[in-house]
């Protein structure tokens, strides 16, 4: 079976950049109907769509979060990055990233990782 696991670190200071990694075990990021997904939960709220990267390398951002987002790949490491610039306390949330089908069922979660922006 799929299996994904975050990585990166846990506290972010304001204006930095946020880079964390999702490494895949079981199963190919290029496998065809399939999208790697990053979706994330802040405090209190709801889970948020954030973007993903698809079988064929294109990718997809959520509208409010395109302008400080980029999400790549490593396929020869079985992985993808997710990339968040300008960081506020506002994108304090637990990090998760999903295996995803088209019709946005996601299939398989990684643990999720907390992170923290704080000075």
């Known amino acids: 079976q799929v299996q994904l696991q975050e990585s990166g670190p846990g506290l972010v200071k304001p204006s930095q950049t946020l880079i964390l990694t999702c490494t895949v075990s079981?199963?190919?990021?290029?496998?065809?109907?399939?999208?790697w997904t990053w979706i994330r939960q802040a405090p209190g709220k709801g889970l948020e769509w954030m973007g993903c990267i698809g079988y064929s390398g294109a990718t997809d951002y959520s509208p409010s979060l395109k302008s400080r987002t980029a999400i790549s790949r490593d396929t020869s490491k079985s992985q993808f990055t997710l990339q968040l610039t300008s960081v506020t306390p506002e994108d304090t949330a637990v990090y998760y990233c999903v295996r995803s089908r088209g019709d946005y069922v996601y299939v398989d979660w990684g643990q999720g990782t907390q992170v923290t922006v704080s000075s």
């Open positions: 079981g199963g190919s990021i290029k496998s065809n109907g399939y999208y």
